[in-house]
């Protein structure tokens, strides 16, 4: 793992960070040397092909000894002074491959240009089409929503968050408020239910008891010792009580 990491750091020095400085140098000149920028072109041109099919060789011959310490002795070999090795390899063996077949590259080129335009198009026109469709369900979606919230919020009002649950001590301490009156009319429809019913089991006036032996020399019948059962207040059996109250003071009163 560490030489790896080695090997990698020396192809970025020694491969791409020193000629690029190198390159700097020769275009920067006063008098620019059309030979040195040429000879750097050319290894641009290498070296850009070389990162391009390392991608794929590397998985193929990585696997070789040293194939990192190879990587980095040609790099160094292509752009060492001494050894110039851009010119060998760029003059005899890709000027020769590409200008034989510059024609069917240029062709091959144009051809994938047109498909990569053709499959852009396709695939963006489905793409679009897409979108649309599910922009419009979503919109739909959210107009829906907006129309159910509002009736389902009238329908069910939410509870009254002011106000505040109270403890069983201060419900107790509270004054307990006397209990609501009951209406006058049950109140009066109950006195008369009572009378009805009490008219009912009842005939009026009471039966009079049977006269006892020598029960005629004391008098008329005062109505002493008949027992009147108590009524409401209102009911002809408290009326008759009256009449009979006033009369017996009557006769007390004349005797």
């Keep these: 793992m560490l030489g790896d ?9 020694l491969g791409y960070t020193y000629p690029a400085f190198e390159c700097f140098k ?52 292509l752009w060492y002074p001494k050894t110039k090795g851009t010119r060998h390899v760029y003059e005899t063996l890709l000027k020769p491959y590409i200008a034989q077949h ?5 062709r091959k080129i144009m051809e994938l240009r047109a498909r990569a335009w053709d499959f852009f198009i396709f695939y963006f026109h489905n793409f679009s089409q897409a979108a649309q469709s599910n922009l419009i369900q979503a919109f739909q979606y959210v107009l829906a ?16 968050v002011n ?3 109270r403890s069983p001590v201060e419900t107790e301490s509270e004054p307990h408020s006397p209990p609501a009156p009951r209406p006058l009319n049950k109140s009066l429809s109950a006195l008369r239910s009572l009378e009805k019913q009490t ?24 109505g002493e ?31």
């Excluded at 510059?102 to 240029?106: G, N, P, V, Y």
């Design 102 to 106: 510059e024609t069917e590259i240029d």
């Design 225 to 255: 010792g008949v027992d009147i059962p108590d009524t409401i207040p209102g009911s002809p059996i408290t009326d008759a009580r009256a009449r009979l109250r006033r009369s017996n003071s009557r006769s007390q009163a004349s005797a």
């Design 163 to 165: 106000v505040k649950p």
């Design 145 to 160: 929503q907006s129309i159910r919230f509002p009736a389902a919020a009238a329908a069910n009002p939410p509870p009254n």
């Design 26 to 77: 020769t275009v920067e000149k006063n008098k620019v040397d059309i030979e040195e920028l040429r000879f750097w072109c050319q290894y641009w041109i290498l070296l850009a092909l070389i990162s391009s099919f390392e991608r794929v060789g590397d998985i193929f011959i990585s696997w070789l000894p040293l194939y990192g310490e190879m990587k980095v002795v040609f790099f160094v070999y």
């Design 5 to 13: 990491f080695i090997i990698r750091f020396l192809v970025l020095i």
């Design 199 to 222: 008219s009912r089991g009842r005939k009026w006036p009471p039966p009079t008891p049977p006269q006892t032996p020598g029960r005629e020399a004391a008098g008329p019948f005062n």
